[in-house]
């Protein structure tokens, strides 16, 4: 715990690169994910398909995030779930 903390005391620069480390006072480089759902769905949109389903295990935090991207752009274009 307090991982950023003791990296801090010590004078060590670090970089949060996991999606999984919660930690919001280290610089973050990652995905996204609401926007990974967004093009997603303008992707399949545009090639025509009107009836789109996901398949993940949304119990993940990301998964989560890219299934309501992907749902809110579906119901603006007025498509199925």
Known sequence: ??????LHERGVRAINVSDR???KRLPFV???ERRVGEVAADYLLGLGYRHIGFFGDTA????QLRLEALAA???ASRCEE
């Open 1 to 6: 715990p307090h991982l950023d903390r003791r």
């Open 60 to 63: 993940g935090w990301f998964a």
């Open 21 to 23: 480390l919660a930690n």
């Open 30 to 32: 990652g995905t996204d």
């Open 73 to 75: 752009r579906m119901r």
